[in-house]
């Protein structure tokens, strides 16, 4: 588990804090232009992660170079519930509004980094090194820069590094296939985040642990959500990102995403609410779940 932001110096990856962090990913990435740098979102990620990466991309960047990869097993699905796409919110990803709009998708931007006329990438919560092949390519950039909660094949190659929150260290929407927006909340504190009463779901250690037991003191992750991160590195570049929440974003997402209208964290509650209007269209239940 990555558990403090790491930069690359003399060759390696070494820890550093989140303000050295932060403004080494700033300065990485000013030299270039809007051509030359590319984002990638995850499926893997909150609508409120994907939503702030796009704007990043879209408004600080100025890059119609973004996407995010599918993971999907051809034939791994049936006509119920089993799907072949195996992440959690490719949906929400795609409402969200992490889709180039010049239609340069992943392929065309790994393309261009081979090419030389993408130099800087920034991978949101994905493992994106498929292969030797994707390995040797993304060696050809000048700047990587990667989120995530674990070490993978692409932070190994990074230049920057943040430990992102996982999904059950944060607050955050999911959108499944049939459009169905869900709300997630975290049941395991990190250190900044302070829980309030009411608005998570308890864990074993907080349900049952004291002040006194020394087995529910275990150390509190030094990790953000990627919202955050992105954001932080955002307002060093000049954009206009300050937010107090994930619930602040998803209002922002609501107010300015027409499949999100009228949806709000209260609104969603426990059982969730259906998109206002999505990829969908008008297809039925049944339709959706007989392709």
């Known amino acids: 588990r990555i558990n403090s932001p790491m930069i690359r110096k003399d060759g390696s990856l070494q820890e550093a804090g989140w303000d050295e962090a932060l403004a080494r990913a700033a300065d990485a990435l000013k030299p270039f232009g809007k051509d030359e740098v590319a984002v990638l979102g995850s499926a893997y990620s909150s609508v409120e992660d994907n939503y702030i990466l796009q704007k990043f991309a879209k408004q600080v960047l100025g890059t119609v170079n973004v996407d995010f990869l599918k993971h999907e097993v051809e034939g791994a699905e049936d006509n119920l519930l089993i799907r072949a796409d195996k992440t959690p919110n490719a949906m929400g990803a795609r409402e969200a509004g992490v889709v180039s709009s010049k239609n340069v998708d992943a392929s065309r931007i790994f393309e261009l980094i081979a090419s030389g006329k993408i130099k800087a990438l920034y991978v949101m919560d994905d493992d994106i090194v498929t292969s030797k092949e994707t390995e040797e390519l993304l060696a050809k950039l000048d700047v990587l820069i990667v989120n995530h909660w674990v070490n993978t094949k692409t932070t190994q190659l990074a230049d920057v590094v943040f430990p992102s929150a996982t999904f059950a260290e944060k607050f955050g929407t999911y959108v499944n296939f049939l459009g169905r927006v869900q709300l997630s909340r975290p049941a ?56 107090q929440s994930a619930q602040k974003v998803f209002d922002e997402v609501a107010q300015s995403v027409p499949a999100f209208k009228g949806l709000s964290y209260a609104r969603l509650g426990e059982r969730g609410a259906l998109l206002a209007e999505s990829s969908l269209g008008k297809k039925s239940k049944a339709e959706v779940l007989a392709h």
């Not at 049952?208 to 307002?235: M, Q």
């Open 188 to 243: 395991v504190s990190t250190l900044e985040q302070e829980r309030v009463p009411g608005r998570y779901n308890m864990s074993r250690l907080d349900r049952f642990g004291s002040a006194f037991d020394k087995w529910n003191k275990g150390p509190r992750r030094n990790v953000r959500s990627s919202w955050e991160i992105i954001s932080a590195i955002g307002s060093l570049l000049g954009g206009k990102m300050r937010y």
